[in-house]
């Protein structure tokens, strides 16, 4: 076993403490504060009770213990991995010494390098003005070479991995190749060093990523060590690699580069990055679009300057967009949102002119340089201090009643949209779920005309593909108003090559986003609800003129003979039947007290008519119960949405008097949608008002509305 393992397991028996012998190990044991990339951290809580720094070098280390390599290979190749991490550990009284001696705490690959040339120089390293072997030789010190060919290693520790990913430019790596020059090493045994390295680096951060990459780092190796390293990789193809994650889950990263060029987006800006390192940017913007993401580094390369600029960290952006949502790591969306709508503001042409400030008090980008790292620039957005308690408030709140209360405060503060379709926690849920109501909308598509069709709210994208598999000759176009679900489509529909069209628009507008009379079929599915329940119409929600809003709109693109498809809620009628509920479960009735009070729709009545039982209005128990059907996790979402809001008797009324004698309603029927009685029968007992059980009522209507004077 190699005797670092051997020290690592002594001091986690508690047996051993570090002292000068492994000085490596005491400056990682003494890290006061983890420093990590979160990429593939689980949990943040778990930072609080282990030391990453220390699992991951063990881990590098077992690789290294394990394969069959030289002694000089295996001794360079431990020397190396124990000191690679050590700027990343020391007190906090320790780390600010170091910065005072000029040791780079940031680029953690130069800092260590730093610290190992003070350990193994000795007192020589500090009357030597850069790590030479020749100098060190005559300094009098001890296996010269081999502690500037491990100091060298250090420097260029975990670089071929980030070239590979596009964070650094390929010349950072030209250190290695200069061992050859010098004659410090063959390019042989540059090549199995490098080799055993890479291998121990990149497999302790996950096996599985090493097998992925392990041919492209074999290519790497044998170009650094023939020394042909000196043509410079495009920024573009940099930038496409950064993306890696974004383009594996669908970004159409050519298609968007181009969009944005033809835009305004300045690519000559972009390019003049070229040598420049970029430090945990994936970690921190890998969720972002492509456009978001390149408008941030337009307004770090526009706010820095290039020139003297070798590093710009995102660590700050990475650190804060996490946190941990039920255990689990997670993206704050609240700050996402709220990041996105700052960049949205933003034009290409305001960032090139410098005015890249939003109108917004509340937000601000922020570079920052120290002055003891003249080379690298910090790059962050800083939130006022009000913004970031409402933020921690909203984070507080999830699961409770103050939730909602809580995010539109955090909509006002940004003037954002105040809707909910762009749900923050149940949002991949949310649009699984929409995908597996595919049997519902199947339906649809027996009513469907002409060769082009509108989804008003695609969610998921069920019905695009029904439309596309099933109709080969219609055109679906999907219309969402939340950008991160267009998003998401836009990508599903590059990976799966996917034919359907997907557009950001709005449903009380589509003539601004599609031609008057050039539509066959609007379908809106499940959707109508939610504009009623989430879009102010002067100011306040719940309006059956937003329901009117969107017909009209959808009536206004359609061209003659076309037709309207709603499935959404339907109330019963008469509104004055009554229904008993007994609760079956103990904290039923405490569910519906809660409801009462958070449900904004109208008022839900219910009279207690004995320990677990009440009597209602037949409307107000379904509304209620289809929010009980859901459960605890959809609540806050669920009790923000009424589900029928008018009777069919009120709903063909309504059609009439808003979309006039054109309008030729060709279906109208109601149903009770499946899964309701079967989610509920262990739940609750429905009785009508003289305690006899009857069955639910229907929960859904659906409407084919054609446009056109009634034939003869």
């Given at each position: ?574 509104e004055a039947l009554q229904r008993r509920i007994r609760f079956l479960e103990q904290s039923g009735l405490a569910w519906l007290e809660r409801y009462a009070e958070d449900f904004a729709g109208r008022k839900i009545r219910y009279e207690v008519v004995g320990e677990q039982e009440v009597l209602m209005p037949v409307n107000d128990a379904m509304e209620f119960l289809y929010t009980y059907t859901w459960g605890e996790e959809a609540y806050i979402h669920e009790v923000q949405e009424q589900f029928g809001y008018f009777t069919p008797e009120q709903y063909v009324k309504f059609i009439r008097d808003h979309l006039g004698e054109q309008a030729q309603i060709e279906v109208f029927r109601h149903y009770l949608q499946e899964g309701y009685t079967l989610a509920l029968q262990e739940r609750v007992v429905i009785m009508d008002e003289h305690g006899n059980e009857t069955a639910l009522p229907d929960s859904t209507c659906f409407i084919v509305i054609r446009k056109g004077h009634e034939a003869g």
């Open positions: 076993m190699l005797k670092s393992l051997q020290a690592i397991e002594a001091y986690r028996e508690g047996d051993y403490l570090p002292e000068e012998e492994h000085l490596w190990l005491k400056y990682i044991v003494q890290a006061e504060m983890p420093i990590v990339n979160l990429e593939r951290v689980e949990s943040l809580r778990e930072l609080d009770h282990r030391n990453p720094v220390l699992d991951y070098v063990e881990r590098s280390l077992r690789l290294l213990d394990s394969l069959p390599l030289s002694y000089w290979i295996k001794e360079l190749a431990e020397e190396t991995l124990v000191w690679s991490e050590t700027a990343k550990g020391g007190t906090s009284r320790q780390r600010r010494k170091w910065q005072e001696e000029g040791i780079n705490c940031f680029a953690h690959n130069i800092g260590s390098a730093q610290l190992y040339w003070q350990h193994a120089g000795g007192n020589a390293a500090a009357v030597v003005s850069g790590p030479q072997a020749a100098l060190l030789k005559a300094a009098g010190v001890a296996h010269a070479e081999k502690i500037l060919i491990v100091h060298r290693l250090i420097e260029t520790h975990g670089l071929l991995g980030q070239q590979i990913r596009g964070e650094v430019p390929p010349s950072v790596n030209r250190p290695l190749a200069v061992m050859v020059e010098e004659g410090l090493l063959t390019s042989d045994e540059l090549e199995r060093l490098l080799f055993a390295l890479n291998h121990c680096i990149i497999g302790a951060v996950s096996p599985v990523l090493w097998q992925e990459v392990r041919s492209e780092v074999m290519e790497l190796i044998a170009l650094i060590a023939s020394g042909s390293l000196d043509t410079p990789l495009p920024m573009k193809e940099r930038l496409h690699r950064m993306r890696s994650g974004p383009i594996s889950r669908g970004e159409d990263f050519a298609a968007e580069w181009s969009r944005l060029e033809q835009e305004g987006m300045d690519s000559a800006l972009l390019e003049a990055m070229q040598p420049v390192t970029f430090w945990y940017v994936e970690s921190a913007l890998q969720t972002f679009s492509l456009e978001q993401f390149l408008k941030v580094l337009a307004l770090a390369a526009h706010g820095s300057g290039i020139s003297g600029l070798n590093h710009i960290s995102f660590e700050a952006v990475m650190n804060s967009i996490y946190y941990d949502y039920k255990g689990v790591k997670k993206i704050n969306v609240y700050k996402k949102r709220i990041i996105e709508k700052y960049l949205s503001e933003l034009s290409w042409q305001d960032i090139a002119a410098g005015n890249s400030t939003s109108g917004n008090p509340h937000l601000i980008h922020r570079l920052r340089r120290k002055r003891h790292l003249p080379d690298t620039v910090f790059f962050d957005f800083e939130f006022s201090p009000a913004a970031e308690k409402l933020i921690e408030f909203c984070i507080e709140a999830e699961k409770s009643a103050l939730y909602e209360r809580a995010v539109l405060l955090l909509f006002d503060l940004f003037d954002l949209r105040r809707d909910a379709f762009d749900r923050f926690h149940n949002e991949d849920s949310y649009l699984s779920q929409m995908n597996d109501t595919a049997d519902y909308k199947a339906v649809i598509l027996d009513y469907v005309t002409g060769s082009k069709v509108l989804d008003i709210g695609p969610g998921g994208g069920v019905l695009l593909d029904l439309i596309e598999e099933r109709m080969p000759a219609v055109t679906p176009v999907g219309i969402d108003i939340s950008s991160n679900v267009v998003e998401a489509l836009r990508q599903r529909k590059q990976r799966e090559g996917r034919r359907w069209e997907v557009l950001q628009g709005d449903a009380l507008n589509l003539k601004d986003f599609v031609e008057t009379g050039s539509v066959d079929t609007v379908i809106f599915s499940s959707i109508l609800h939610e504009l009623y329940s989430y879009v102010p119409m002067n100011g306040v929600k719940f309006k059956s003129e937003t329901v009117a809003a969107a017909l009209v709109s959808a009536f206004e693109v359609l061209a003659d003979g076309g037709r309207i498809i709603i499935r959404d809620g339907i109330m019963t009628e008469p």
